[in-house]
């Protein structure tokens, strides 16, 4: 494989999905089938390659993306495999945020699940082209119509078989390739290496010739190069079908779906094929833009070596002491001991090594070009979603968004001479990880740890101990509340002191109004007959700001409200803004204490999986959690239950669920949004 094969022939993808669809065990195939591994790892083994961290190995699940680079039909595949769990969701968004192509994998029994439509609207935020695998076809229940079916109904797209299954459950045995009008199949003693070409089985003939006529018909529907070309023949050239198949699933029109069973070592093979044939490289995805943080103009950086350096550090990471940060080039080069600017810190910082990784593997590079995705090491103050440009052509892109967490502990070291190696510790993974909040208590000078959700806290608490060797003690889990207001409210406030000789009087008006769940929280200036100056606005702004930190019901954030500023006296030649910020903050803290403050705490959706005979118990005991099921929908003698209920109510759910399916059910959940907490179940 080349250093730098051409960007024609380089694809950056990830594999998403919900958990234990089958991603890492579709990405050890890959590694496999393409030569990079000599032996397929497995994930219920612990051995999985991706799979690196010893909380993976135990656990069977992925925790951190993890990148690796191999070679498929003389192309370079720059690969993440990304975690399925919804408290490792940053690691998804991150990861989408810099590739131009993804893998979605299904459960060929469970079909779409609530991390799958999570993933999937992720990277319909940031435009990235879309293959879908429908997986696990050998398992009891599979259904690959019903589970097409759900992806056009749950995810709002047009899905395009390129493949039909021969037989399922037991009897699955391989794929029918609808544009190559043959079956294909696999053997086990080679573990599905090579596979073998077959005449359609005469049952599946018709189907066969439906499926393939439907997707021309559809691919024609959308694209007009090919309705000309069916206009003259109903059966156009298969280049010109997958042509066009390219084009529109560029476009995003179209999500070609293929299928198999990664575990059984089948249908992999076609889906690398699709990967190479349908999956964008860095030449058909637009150039970058960003703005210049000089004049604030937008300016464009196209996917050239020879153009200015721009990259974004899109992971930060400690390995052995040492802090890596990935980043993905998208202009110009990027060379071990280059000194970089990094733009939105204003800081220039130099690059010691670059590596190409995989897994925690490194390789050693002297250069990165437009398209590569590799890690540096040397960058010390280079984060998620920093910039990083050549020192005399600074470009800012667009910052990357991150999920506030929802659930806190108390973190402690067991022996006091740990106290310092415990905030260095923590220090590291909150630099590692978005997601993950440090922060001090002032009363009992506690660490409080929050982050995305109870495994991920666990996650945090065995890593302590394990990469930093510091024993510690934690409290019981605290659900993070947020405040917001009822009603609309005006108040004014001023404040006057004699500071250094001068009289500073300032005084500033403020209404209030609720807006909707999830809208978050906006600081407006109204038009005033005099305008003040920008230092007198900033500091009211900021005023106003300090005080939406932390609300008058238990000290909580404020959101999903406006702030509207509709008066400040001022003199302009007044120099001290400080007077405005205390009366604007005066001013909001006392129009919240009359708009019916009222304390909001997070919703969790879930989904349970459970066989039939439980699903009473199940429904009574999230009715006593608080929970409200929105749907159930049987499927295969299974039942899928799907509710919302208080995080604070699901704390231990796993257990309790065991329980009442005598460890039969299983449940997922995602972050659903807040709510008004009742008033006996105001946070303590």
């Known amino acids: 494989m080349s250093a730098h094969p051409p960007l024609a022939r380089t694809r950056n993808i990830g594999i998403i999905a919900h958990i234990d669809a089958g991603k890492t065990t579709v990405t050890e195939r890959f590694l496999y089938y393409s030569g990079r591994s000599h032996r397929i790892g497995e994930v219920h083994d612990g051995a999985a390659t991706m799979d690196w961290m010893p909380q993976e190995q135990e656990r069977g699940i992925t925790i951190t993306a993890a ?23 940053i690691e998804v968004e991150r990861s989408l945020r810099v590739l131009d192509g993804a893998v979605a994998v299904f459960c060929g029994v469970a079909g779409v699940q609530p991390q799958t439509e999570t993933v999937w609207h992720q990277a319909e935020r940031y435009g990235v082209p879309t293959l879908s695998f429908v997986n696990k076809l050998d398992r009891v229940g599979a259904d690959f119509e019903a589970v097409v079916a759900a992806i056009a109904a749950r995810l709002k797209t047009t899905p395009l078989p390129l493949q039909i299954p021969i037989g399922l459950e037991r009897d699955f045995r391989g794929v029918v390739d609808l544009l190559g009008g043959r079956a294909l199949f696999w053997h086990e003693d080679d573990l599905g290496a090579a596979l073998e070409a077959a005449p359609i089985p005469a049952e599946l003939a018709g189907p066969a010739a439906a499926a393939r006529a439907h997707l ?35 476009a995003r029109t179209v999500t070609p779906v293929l299928c198999g069973s990664a575990l059984r070592n089948k249908g992999l093979q076609p889906l690398l094929d699709a990967v190479i ?43 052995e002491d040492r802090r890596l940060t990935y980043v993905r080039v998208y202009s110009g080069r990027l060379r071990a001991g280059d000194t970089v600017l990094n733009a939105t810190r204003g800081e220039q910082e130099k690059v010691a090594r670059l590596f190409r990784m995989h897994a925690n593997k490194r390789e050693r590079l002297d250069e990165a070009v437009a398209g590569d995705i590799v890690a540096a090491a040397g960058l010390k103050t280079a ?47 909150a630099a590692e990880d978005p997601t993950l909040s440090v922060r001090t208590d002032p009363e009992s000078g506690q660490n409080i740890v ?26 019981r889990p605290q659900v993070i509340y947020r405040e917001t207001i009822s009603r609309e409210a005006d108040r004014a406030a001023e404040f006057q002191r004699e500071i250094a000789g001068q009289t500073v009087r300032a005084e500033v008006a403020v209404h209030l109004r609720p807006l909707p769940r999830g809208a978050g929280e906006r600081v407006f200036i109204s038009p005033l007959p005099l305008e003040p100056p920008e230092a007198i606005a900033e500091a009211v702004r900021g005023g106003i700001t300090d005080s939406l930190g932390a609300g008058m019901l238990g000290g909580y954030p404020l959101v999903d409200l ?28 006392e129009a919240t204490g009359i708009a019916g403050l009222i304390l909001l705490e997070p919703l969790m959706r879930l989904e349970v999986v459970t066989p039939e005979e439980f699903t009473g118990e199940i429904i009574r005991d999230l009715a006593g959690r608080r929970g409200r099921v929105d749907g159930m929908h049987p499927h295969g003698g299974v039942r899928r239950i799907e509710a919302v209920a208080p995080l604070r109510e699901l704390f231990g759910y796993s257990t309790a669920l065991r329980s009442l399916s005598q460890g039969r059910a299983s449940f997922s959940l995602h972050f659903s949004g807040y709510g008004e907490a009742p008033p006996e179940k105001e946070a303590t």
Not at 451 to 474: A, K
Request: hydrophobic share 40%.
């Open 277 to 319: 044939d349908l999956l964008p490289s860095p030449e058909d995805v637009p150039p970058v833009r960003g703005t210049d943080p000089r004049t604030g103009e937008t300016v464009e950086r196209p996917p050239r070596a020879g153009a200015p350096l721009c990259a974004l550090a899109f992971k930060v990471m400690t390995a």
């Open 383 to 429: 984060a998620t979603g920093d910039t990083l440009t050549a020192p005399g052509h600074p470009v800012l892109l667009e910052p990357m968004r991150f999920s506030n967490p929802v659930i806190a502990l108390a973190v402690e070291p067991r022996g006091s001479a740990d106290t310092d190696r415990l905030a260095h510790a923590l220090g590291k993974l």
């Open 216 to 250: 021309v018909e559809t691919l024609a529907d959308r694209d007009e190069e090919l309705l000309a070309a069916y206009v003259e023949d109903p059966e156009p050239p298969v280049a010109a079908i997958v042509a066009a198949l390219r084009r529109q699933t560029l």
């Open 67 to 89: 990148a690796t680079t191999f070679a498929w039909r003389g192309h370079q595949l720059n690969l993440i495999d990304t975690p399925g769990h919804v408290d490792f969701t």
């Open 562 to 589: 406006e702030a509207r500023v509709t008066r400040i006296v001022f003199r302009p030649d007044d120099p001290l803004a400080l007077g405005y910020r205390i009366a604007a903050a005066r001013a909001f803290r």
């Open 450 to 475: 929050s982050g995305m959700g109870e495994l991920h806290l666990e996650i945090v608490l065995d890593r302590l101990e394990r990469e930093f060797h510091v024993p510690v003690r934690s409290g």
